[in-house]
């Protein structure tokens, strides 16, 4: 069964960090570019940022970069979000997504998504 699980979501203070996790399980990450996205309350949901297969590569949403990185790790099949400085319109699930199409923050270039987790920012 092919299958991306999402981990280290939480509740954290404005200005702090989390790391989220994505492990592959059931095919080889490295075959597959990997986005993170996050939906918010009633909002729609948003690429927030991207990596090539290789790592070499990433893409990230202008209201992120500076304060988030994603990197991977294909032999541990997993992909992280490293999330700084963090703010209470961060506040979403956050979901990771696989797609064997172009590197893109567009949801309809991936076909294989986990089941999100939550972050939570709040004093």
């Known amino acids: 069964q092919l299958q991306l699980v999402e981990s280290g979501g939480g509740l954290v203070q404005p200005g702090g960090s989390l790391t989220l996790s994505c492990a592959a399980s059931?095919?080889?990450?490295?075959?597959?570019?990997i986005g993170w996205f996050r939906q918010a309350p009633g909002k729609e949901r948003e690429g927030v940022a991207c990596i090539s297969r290789s790592g070499s590569t990433t893409v990230k949403a202008d209201s992120v970069k500076g304060r988030f990185t994603i990197s991977r790790d294909n032999a541990k099949n997993t992909v992280y979000l490293q999330m700084n400085s963090l703010k209470a319109e961060d506040t979403a699930i956050y979901y990771c997504?696989?797609?064997?199409?172009?590197?893109?923050?567009?949801?309809?270039?991936?076909?294989?998504w986990g089941q999100g987790t939550q972050v939570t920012v709040s004093s």
């Open positions: 997504a696989a797609g064997r199409s172009r590197l893109s923050r567009l949801e309809g270039e991936y076909d294989l």
């Open positions: 059931g095919f080889a990450l490295d075959s597959y570019v």
